[in-house]
């Protein structure tokens, strides 16, 4: 399926390292039914090398569409892995030249792509030449500044990317101050191919709103724990205590069946302070669970929640 198959607005799960396996991403599909989904990053050579991480291409057919995110800067393991990602049935190969971590910077990784153009190109060019899937970037908005937002999407969109992801903000500024979208609409008026908005979308109202002329938004940290965010809260009430207690314990179990008791237990930490909330003493409760030590424990508290008593439920936010 190519990108400009799909239905515009392009409503999108963006990549989370640590969050966005499979398990969260089923739990994502369930609630969301076109909701694209892409992976978490993972290293193209950990892909060739190593079984364990080979693991992270296994996924559940529910999940489509869904797009795998990988990183590196070797062009023949890109297109050896990508081949790989065919070979699975995964839609397409998501590009990461966007992450500002150092140990990812300092080994010409992630951001450190959007300085060497020529072996971005040589990159994407090579998954071309190996395999069929559709090729897309996920980037920011330049080094220190914008400045050069353009001339590097129109040499992305020349080398055969299908579609670019820009998250408004610049490798230095890493995750602060506020994301810019405004150069990511300028991008979109040089670029035939479709390009997506991220950074700072609140919720799907939100995403809308920001998207502007674009084809689609993503949606991050918002989502973490919070699968109802790319519901139209128009037409869709905020879910109930018990509603996602209900979800946060099928999403346990789906994490259980690719992570051992003692690291699901730690994992699903981070989805926590979304999932519970709104009551009365929610956040006493979070580091009660944040504490157990047995998954029995755990369930059982989170069973509770289903229970708690209407007066001690806060009024949602709408
Ligand atoms: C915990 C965490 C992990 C992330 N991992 C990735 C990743 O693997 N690949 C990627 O392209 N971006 C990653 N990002 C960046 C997000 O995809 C997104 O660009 C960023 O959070 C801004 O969007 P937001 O304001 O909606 O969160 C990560 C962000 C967070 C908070």
Redesign the pocket.
């Known amino acids: 399926m190519a990108w400009s198959d799909f239905k515009k607005p392009l409503v999108c799960l963006?990549?989370?390292?640590?969050?966005?396996n499979t398990a969260y991403r089923q739990i994502v599909r369930r609630l969301n039914k076109h909701v694209i989904l892409?992976?978490?990053?993972?290293s193209v050579d950990g892909l060739l090398r190593s079984e364990h991480v080979r693991q992270r291409l296994d996924y559940h057919p529910s999940e489509h569409p869904f797009f795998m995110?990988v990183?590196g800067n070797n062009p023949a393991h890109f297109a050896e892995t990508a081949k790989m990602i065919e070979d699975r049935g995964i839609m397409g190969v998501?590009i990461?030249m966007?992450?500002p971590a150092k140990k990812i910077v300092h080994s010409q990784h992630?951001s450190a792509l959007m300085k060497d153009v020529d072996t971005a190109c040589r990159i994407i060019e090579a998954i071309k030449r190996a395999c069929s899937l559709e090729v897309s970037v996920?980037t920011?908005l330049g080094w220190e500044n914008a400045n050069n937002l353009i001339r590097f999407g129109k040499t992305l969109e020349a080398a055969g990317v299908s579609l670019l992801?820009i998250?408004?903000?610049t490798y230095k500024q890493a995750?602060k101050g506020e994301?810019n979208w405004g150069p990511i609409y300028e991008l979109k008026e040089h670029l035939r191919i479709p390009v997506l908005g991220?950074?700072?979308?609140a919720n799907h109202v939100d995403g809308l709103r920001k998207m502007n002329n674009l084809d689609g938004f993503?949606?991050?940290?918002?989502?973490?724990g919070n699968p109802w965010v790319f519901r139209d809260s128009r037409k869709y009430p905020e879910p109930t205590l018990a509603e996602r207690s209900v979800i946060a314990i099928e999403h346990y179990h789906l994490l259980r069946q690719i992570k051992t008791e003692r690291v699901a237990l730690v994992e699903f930490r981070?989805y926590l302070g979304e999932y519970v909330q709104g009551f009365r003493n929610a956040k006493g409760y979070r580091q009660l669970l944040m504490t157990v030590k047995t998954e029995t424990d755990f369930l059982h508290l989170m069973e509770q929640l289903q229970r708690v008593e209407p007066e001690i439920v806060l009024a949602q936010a709408s």
């Open positions: 963006a990549p989370m390292d640590g969050i966005t892409f992976s978490e990053f993972t995110q990183f998501d990461n966007g992450c992630g996920k920011r992801t998250h408004g903000r995750f994301a991220n950074g700072d979308v993503m949606i991050g940290r918002k989502a973490i981070k």
